[in-house]
């Protein structure tokens, strides 16, 4: 029943999380904040690793009795994936921070509606898997409740940014909050994705202990 309901809230996760990347790239089209791209780049590679970590957990669920080994090499590559990501988008953002020079912003508005739907999911997904992993403890589910636990912390960021961006477009305390929502959303992923990498190397890979990813 656990793995049932574990597998649906991974399948709500990927569903869920693949319009985001998709609006975002038309709505660059039409603005050009550098929040709203760095949002853009990180909500893709999440993406990716969301779908990764639906497909290890499906693999494991389909073999009855697999080995502690088996198991744990497995939820290593999704959990590295997830934390390879992470790591990605942050150093992406940070390239998209530096070297943005455009001052024109452009129309926002999609981006903030769906940082501000994302708060929402985001927050109920890290509450969802969080419970998920206390009632059957699992290295995917520890790790998913990590991603969207920092996915609500980075869209509580971006929200802040581009509101600001539509209230006072041309004050210039908007265009270092713009700067700064981005370089904070970088350094938070690059922080929280090294973490995940590190919390289990290839040489523990062995170890049956899998409560270490508990958040």
Known sequence: MQKNSGERTLIASALLSSPGPLILGVALFFGRSATQLADFVRRSAELGAIIVSLIVFRILNKDSNPSVEQKNRLEYLANFCVGT??????????????????????????????????????????????????????????????????????????????????????????????????????????VTGATIIRKKQPQTILSPNINEFEP
């Not at 024109?104 to 969080?130: C, D, H, S």
């Open 85 to 190: 990501a992470m790591c990605l988008s942050g150093l992406a953002m940070l390239l998209i921070s530096i070297f943005s020079i455009s001052k024109e912003k452009g129309n926002v508005i999609p981006a903030l509606i769906i940082a501000v739907l994302g708060v929402i999911t985001n927050t109920w997904f890290w509450l969802r898997y969080r419970k998920l992993n206390r009632l059957n403890p699992n290295g995917i589910f520890a790790v998913q409740s990590r991603l969207y636990m920092a996915k609500s912390a980075v869209d509580i960021c971006v929200t802040t940014a581009l509101t600001a961006i539509i209230l006072a477009p041309a004050a210039p305390a908007t265009k270092y909050l713009d700067l700064g929502g981005s370089i904070i959303i970088a350094v938070y992923l690059l």
